[in-house]
DNA sequence: ACCTGAACACCGTTCAAGT
DNA sequence: ACCTGAACACCGTTCAAGT
């Protein structure tokens, strides 16, 4: 016997976890999100939804908390120093960004109100004015390191040509030809970026802490 | 008089110059891209850009060379240390995403096909090996040039909340506060991430072709 | 409170028909 | 060759109607 038609079913068939799971597997498959196609996944009409959630936008943020939280994993706790407090923050952001590739292009340019995003930024703020960048510098600092991780996490989400040369070239034709492709290339040199971002901010800190700052210009 | 219905003209109405023009007119207008909006900006009828390119992904791609070649202005033919034609680079990406904000967030992700394009970093490639750099990490340089290109490029199209925090924050709300917003901000971030990058590549380098190659693990 | 179904104002793309 | 207009299969969102 189906279920008939039913304008208010006793028990919801609908409800935020809901909709933010299958919302998630939605863009996990790799097919384009949308509202129709989210309801259709759940068997449900798209006006539906409108009853839960925040339309298009909000199921989006509400993807975005869900996976951040999916990603930490804990890994807030962690003391330690400021660096290797910022490099666990950024691997992270970056196993999440991996597990999800397909919502990177979704999320960004998208002002951040989750609470939970909202705390991790709030901790790595504190911890690099506590390492002592000075108060002016650690926004701009915030976002360096989110502009490295949006940039290899959309990386991560492109088709695993970046080029597509038609002609000839001098060196990067060989290049391509050479390198490791795809999730395997994006690792290394999201690695190698890491490493250079760490250094290059211990050392301006210690530029900043030893001389008695120097006023040049 | 108006030209009334006329199925062909005599002079094409159309060609693929005046839809790219068309077209970044229109992304920089700040309302949404698309291919019917640019239609009923040209006078015409959105099946009619058919005739001259291969759809909305045609149309953005058009578009990345158009703007790449503006923003360029010459600074390809920089001679100089290789830390300088990066940061020329750098910069001059910098300049076509601060003029262009709203095109960052279409083509990122896509292939990169456009000719011109594909030569300013196969020119970068080139520069980067000659500079001593290991072959197989040259395009895991780029690849973290380019993450943080794109990183600042969505910075600056953003709204000019990137966070906004609902509770209370440790350090986070005070920083924001206080910073400067918008450009200011995203400029001065920049800066300060290419100083760090273009300082740390240049230590990766010297570290690589002073001591004969130290095998650690 | 929570769902449906109809309605609205859109999309991007294809294609026959016109000159 | 190059345009129109109709058609198709979609969008996201609103809202009255049903229980």
Do not use: C
Not at 14 to 31: F, K, P, T
Not at 140 to 161: E, R
């Amino acid at each position: 016997m189906e279920e008939a038609y039913m304008a208010r079913p006793k028990v919801p068939l609908l409800s935020v976890d809901r909709i933010a799971d299958a919302a998630l597997e939605l863009v996990d498959s790799g097919q384009p999100f949308g509202v129709n196609a989210l309801a259709r996944r759940l068997g449900v009409t798209p006006s539906s939804l409108y009853n839960h959630v925040d339309g298009r936008d909000g199921i989006i943020e509400l993807m975005r908390g869900r996976f951040s939280r999916e990603a930490a994993g804990g890994a807030q706790a962690t003391g330690g120093e400021w660096h290797e407090i910022v490099a666990d923050t950024m691997r992270a952001q970056r196993r999440m960004y991996a597990a999800h590739p397909n919502l990177v292009p979704l999320i960004v340019g998208k002002t951040i109100t989750d609470p939970y995003v909202i705390a991790s930024y709030d901790h790595l703020a504190t911890t690099l004015v506590d390492a002592g960048f000075p108060e002016d510098e650690v926004l701009g600092v915030i976002a360096l390191l989110d502009a490295f991780a949006i940039g290899f996490g959309l990386d991560l989400a492109s088709p695993h040509d970046v080029w597509q040369p038609e002609g000839e070239t001098q060196t990067l034709g060989r290049l391509i030809a050479d390198a490791p492709h795809g999730d395997e290339r994006s690792d290394r040199a999201f690695d190698l970026g890491l490493d250079l971002l760490i250094e290059s901010l211990r050392a301006r800190l210690a530029r900043l802490s030893a001389p008695p700052a120097p006023v040049v210009e």
